[in-house]
């Protein structure tokens, strides 16, 4: 049996790009970037970054373009996929991005909190926003524009 399942939580690098395949369909792409810490050899603690590429289809892309900013946190599930492309000087190219299954939008930082909450000192928390789940959404590999 064979698995290819991601899971990252991190923040975007960039804004969201929206595009519309030939037939119609929405896509986004941005990029999200990773923290993992460690203790060199002295035991010093080290931060090492990892840049992903993401790649979101239909409505998810639609809802990631409106929601998503450079700096959102965001959780994705989805699965790797290498690509090869050929570039304008004639160059064989390969990418390997996440074709995004789930997202979990992060916290919207300076959302104001509940009435209740706010009556206690006025204080302001970060709201949640609902799961976007989209498995039937049936993705082409002729609707890619890129």
């Known amino acids: 049996m064979n698995l290819n399942k991601v899971f990252i939580l991190g923040n975007l690098t960039r804004d969201p790009e929206l595009r519309q395949t030939?037939?119609?369909?929405?896509?986004?792409?941005?990029g999200v970037a990773t923290n993992s810490f460690f203790?060199?050899?002295?035991?010093?603690?080290?931060?090492?970054?990892?840049?992903?590429?993401?790649?979101?289809?239909g409505r998810q892309a639609e809802v990631a373009n409106q929601f998503l900013r450079k700096g959102s946190s965001v959780l994705i599930e989805g699965r790797l996929q290498t690509r090869s492309?050929?570039?304008?000087?004639?160059?064989?190219?390969?990418?390997?991005?996440?074709v995004t299954e789930r997202m979990q939008l992060g916290p919207r930082p300076g959302a104001v909190a509940p009435a209740s909450a706010s009556?206690?000192?006025?204080?302001?928390?970060?709201?949640?926003?609902p799961e976007i789940?989209?498995?039937?959404?049936?993705i082409k590999t002729e609707d890619i524009p890129f």
Request: net charge negative; glycine share 10%.
């Open 22 to 30: 030939p037939g119609g369909q929405s896509v986004c792409s941005f």
């Open 39 to 57: 203790s060199d050899k002295s035991g010093q603690r080290q931060q090492k970054a990892e840049f992903h590429n993401i790649v979101v289809w």
């Open 85 to 98: 492309w050929e570039d304008k000087q004639g160059m064989q190219r390969k990418t390997t991005e996440i």
């Open 119 to 129: 009556a206690q000192g006025g204080e302001r928390q970060e709201e949640e926003l």
């Open 133 to 138: 789940n989209l498995e039937d959404a049936e």
